[in-house]
Nanobody
Framework: QVNLVESGGGLVQAGGSLRLSCAASGRTFSSYYMGWFRQAPGKEREFVAT????????YYADSVKGRFTISRDNAKNTVYLQMNSLKPEDTAVYYC?????????????????????WGQGTQVTVSS
């Protein structure tokens, strides 16, 4: 069992930055690939980024590539999402998620159904 708690959301102007954090409970945090997803009102939950157990491999959605950076600190049981050059279309509830299963196909990590544990989400609002 892994409990995930996100923080760091808020209201920011377009072009600004935010850093989201996701704190995990339990002693097995380093066993999980960690991902970030987001969901805007009336839309499906969409993949943002994921990172491997060590943090040495990362994968991003095209919409955030070059602007967002996922990282993790296994000593602190925390995964981060640094978001720069924010746009109004980045407005959403952001969720972190953990998956114990791995795949050689990176697109495996795009799918919310492949993650075992989810946080409650944190709201990010980008004003124009």
């Amino acid at each position: 069992q892994v409990n995930l708690v996100e923080s760091g959301g808020g209201l920011v102007q377009a072009g600004g930055s935010l850093r989201l954090s996701c704190a995990a409970s339990g002693r097995t945090f380093s066993s999980y690939y960690m991902g970030w997803f987001r969901q805007a009102p009336g839309k499906e939950r969409e993949f943002v980024a994921t990172t491997s157990r060590s943090g040495g491999w990362t994968y991003y959605a095209d919409s955030v590539k070059g602007r967002f950076t996922i990282s993790r600190d296994n000593a602190k049981n925390t995964v981060y999402l640094q978001m720069n050059s924010l746009k109004p279309e980045d407005t959403a509830v952001y969720y972190c998620a953990a998956t114990i299963t791995t795949s050689s196909s990176r697109t495996y990590y795009d799918l919310p159904g492949n993650y075992n544990y989810w946080g409650q989400g944190t709201q990010v609002t980008v004003s124009s």
